[in-house]
C-alpha cells in the first residue's frame, strides 16, 4: 500500500526569489486562460481540442511569442494543459462547472513536479532560483512527488506531496479507547488516564493576558506600543509550539496503543458560543487534533470513529445507559440517579465514546 501526504510549510524567499515566485504564478495563469480562450475558439469552429495538442501549439510559438517564460520552472507553462483536461474532464462528467478564466490576486498558484524539486533539511531548490528557506523541515519521510507553490496573506507557502517509502508500521493492540477533550484536562482517556494541558501553555497564556492588557494602555503609534505588540507576537508563537508539541505526543501516544480510538465531532462554531468552553476548545486546537489522528491512523493503520455530532457522550451513564435530560458544565461528577454510579464527568463521556466501538 502507498500513502501520499501533504505537507504545507512556509517559505521564507529573499526579494529576488519572491519576484521569480510572483512571475511563474504569473505565468501559469497566463498560460491556462492561454489554453482555455484557444479551447472555447476551437470548439466553437467545430473542433474537438485537447489539453495535449493545445500545449503542442503552446510549445510551438512559446520561443518566439513568450520568451520570458524560459525564466522559471518549465513546469509553470506546462501543467496548466493538464489540470485544464482534468477541469474539461469534471466538467463533462458533470462533477464540476465550466473552467474559468483565472485572475490576478485569486488564483496565485503554480505546480513543480518531481523532477524539478530538490530538497535539503530546511531547504528547497528550484531550477534558477537556487536555494529558499523553509520554516520547518518536512514531516514525512518518503519521495516528494509533487509541489504546489502559492501566497497567502503575504506569505508563501509550499505545499509538498509525500508518497511514503517505509511500509506503515501498524498498531498491533487489539485496545479501544474513548477519547474526551477535557476542559480540565487536555484529555481523558476511557481507561482512567488524563492528558494534563502542559505547565508552560498556562504561564505563558498569563503573560500574553497581562501584556495584552499592557498595550491597552499605551497610545496608538507610539514606540512603546509598537515594542509590545513584537513580544504579544513572539509569545503566541511560543504558545502555538507548546500546543502543537503536547498534541503531537497525544495524538502519537493514542495511536501507538490502541487499535481504535473514538473522538467526538465537536462542532466547534455551537461550542464558541458558550464562553467557558471556547478558551478549552482554543487551547487545544481541535481541528489540529483530528486532523494529526486522521493522518496518523492512516499511517499507523487504526481503526479511528468519530462519533456522530449529536451523539450525547456527556449526559449518558455509562454504566446503565440512563440518559440525563440536563448536565450543567459545572457539575464535574456524573451521578447516575438510576444505578447510582458516580465518576468524573470526562472519564464518563471517554466510556461512552468507547462503547461505540463493540
Ligand atoms: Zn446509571
Known amino acids: 500500500m502507498t500513502l501520499t501526504l501533504a505537507h504545507k510549510i512556509c517559505l521564507d524567499p529573499n526579494n529576488e526569489q519572491e519576484q521569480y515566485l510572483k512571475q511563474a504564478c504569473g505565468i501559469a495563469r497566463f498560460t491556462w486562460n492561454w489554453a482555455l480562450e484557444e479551447w472555447k475558439n476551437q470548439s466553437e469552429n467545430g473542433l474537438k481540442p485537447t489539453a495535449f495538442a493545445l500545449k503542442k501549439q503552446f510549445n510551438a510559438i512559446k520561443p518566439v511569442d513568450f520568451p520570458w517564460m524560459y525564466d522559471v520552472t518549465k513546469y509553470a507553462s506546462q501543467q496548466p494543459f493538464i489540470h485544464l483536461q482534468t477541469a474539461f474532464n469534471r466538467f463533462f462528467n458533470g462533477l464540476g462547472g465550466y473552467p474559468k478564466l483565472k485572475k490576478k490576486g485569486h488564483h496565485d498558484s503554480f505546480y513543480i513536479?518531481?523532477?524539478h524539486i530538490n530538497i535539503d533539511g530546511k531547504y528547497f531548490k528550484l531550477p534558477k532560483l537556487g536555494w529558499m528557506r523553509m520554516r520547518e523541515t518536512l514531516r514525512f519521510s518518503g519521495r516528494v512527488i509533487s509541489a504546489t507553490i502559492s501566497p497567502r496573506a503575504n506569505k508563501w507557502f509550499v505545499s509538498l506531496n509525500v508518497e511514503l517509502?517505509?511500509?506503515?508500521?501498524?498498531?498491533?493492540?487489539?485496545?479501544?479507547?474513548?477519547?474526551?477533550?477535557g476542559i480540565k484536562a487536555l484529555a481523558a482517556l476511557s481507561n482512567g488516564e488524563a492528558f494534563e494541558a502542559p505547565k508552560p501553555l498556562k504561564k505563558s497564556l498569563k503573560k500574553q493576558k497581562r501584556m495584552q492588557r499592557s498595550l491597552s494602555r499605551r497610545l496608538k503609534g507610539s514606540n512603546n506600543r509598537q515594542e509590545i505588540k513584537e513580544k504579544i507576537a513572539s509569545v503566541h508563537a511560543k504558545i502555538t509550539n507548546i500546543r502543537l508539541d503536547s498534541i503531537h505526543k497525544l495524538t502519537s501516544f493514542l495511536?501507538?496503543?490502541?487499535?481504535?480510538?473514538?473522538?467526538?465531532?465537536?462542532?466547534?462554531?455551537?461550542?464558541?458560543?458558550?464562553?467557558k468552553l471556547s478558551r478549552a476548545i482554543a487551547d487545544i486546537g481541535f481541528y489540529e487534533f483530528r486532523r494529526q489522528l486522521e493522518y496518523k491512523s492512516k499511517y499507523k493503520g487504526n481503526y479511528l470513529l468519530i462519533a456522530d455530532r449529536w451523539f450525547p457522550s456527556s449526559k449518558i451513564c455509562s454504566n446503565c445507559g440512563n440518559k440525563k435530560e440536563q448536565l450543567a458544565l459545572h457539575e464535574r461528577v456524573y451521578h447516575c440517579e438510576a444505578c447510582g454510579q458516580s465518576l468524573d464527568r470526562d472519564l464518563n463521556a471517554a466510556i461512552n465514546?468507547?462503547?461505540?466501538?463493540?
Do not use: W
Open 113 to 115: 513536479g518531481n523532477d
Open 165 to 181: 517509502c517505509q511500509a506503515p508500521k501498524s498498531c498491533n493492540s487489539q485496545a479501544g479507547v474513548g477519547v474526551d477533550l
Open 255 to 275: 495511536t501507538n496503543h490502541f487499535g481504535g480510538i473514538v473522538i467526538e465531532d465537536l462542532n466547534v462554531s455551537g461550542m464558541l458560543k458558550n464562553r
Open 353 to 358: 465514546l468507547k462503547n461505540l466501538l463493540y
